[in-house]
């Protein structure tokens, strides 16, 4: 079966701290993808970044920065020097089969103040 | 130019009520689910169609009846409706590749806030 745990329910920063949101997955397919999508408080879900198991290769765009570790089963999310804008809530989601169903976890809220 | 569009964007209807919402992608995706968040946030998978034919159906009530006329519009039509129906509705298409691929990514609409009193 699959499973992502995101321990963190909220983090609460001041703004240029940096914040990182941890997600651990759990499956026994050698084939899979992990994604993150933000939640601002619009409501929207916005796609982020997607990794496939076979690249482990670390991610920076902009302020953002995805460690994805096999051995650890993570994908950690880094923003560092956070801003207002930033708060929202953040998913890490899995997908394994291929017919599309993801397995999102519960989610962290982002809280950043001034 | 909206990727995956929803209507109605909020819904407030009594209990007993049947009503549906739409969903509608530009995307040139075959596949298209229905996501349901509750009010903890937590995000759970509703159903997916892919071409037109059903292939994931999560537990849920009868009374939630998908149906997709082609591969750009899944609907949602749900009768008899309760007050634990109340959520946010996200409709999301896919273009899913037989073996995994760059275009597995799913892209959401903007959500259905739908309160039944």
């Known amino acids: 079966a699959q499973k992502v745990t995101q321990a963190q329910t909220e983090i609460s920063v001041v703004e240029k701290e940096d914040v990182t949101l941890d997600c651990v997955y759990e499956?026994?397919?050698?084939?899979?993808?992990l994604f993150w999508y933000k939640q601002p408080p619009s409501g929207e879900l916005v796609f982020l970044i997607r990794?496939?198991?076979?690249?482990?290769q670390n991610e920076i765009s902009g302020r953002y920065s995805w460690n994805f570790q096999k051995s650890t089963s993570s994908f950690n999310f880094t923003i560092t020097a956070s801003q207002v804008v930033d708060s929202a809530v953040y998913f890490c989601a899995l997908k394994t089969d291929s017919w599309g169903k993801f397995q999102f976890g519960a989610g962290t809220q982002v809280v950043v103040t001034p | 130019d909206t990727a995956v569009s929803q209507t109605p964007k909020y819904l407030v209807t009594q209990m007993g009520n049947d009503k549906s919402i739409k969903c509608e992608q530009n995307l040139g995706h075959d596949t298209m689910y229905w996501y349901k968040q509750d009010s903890k946030k937590f995000l759970k998978i509703m159903f997916s169609y892919n071409n037109k034919e059903l292939i994931i159906n999560e537990t849920v009530p009868n009374r939630f009846s998908p149906k997709s006329p082609d591969k750009a519009h899944l609907n949602l039509h749900i009768n008899s409706l309760e007050l634990g129906d109340s959520a946010v509705y996200f409709c999301?298409?896919?273009?899913?590749?037989?073996?995994?691929?760059?275009?597995?990514?799913?892209?959401f609409g903007p959500g259905t806030r739908l309160l039944v009193l």
């Open positions: 990794r496939n198991s076979f690249d482990e």
């Open positions: 499956t026994r397919d050698t084939t899979y993808y």
């Open positions: 999301a298409s896919s273009q899913v590749v037989l073996g995994g691929g760059d275009q597995e990514t799913q892209y």
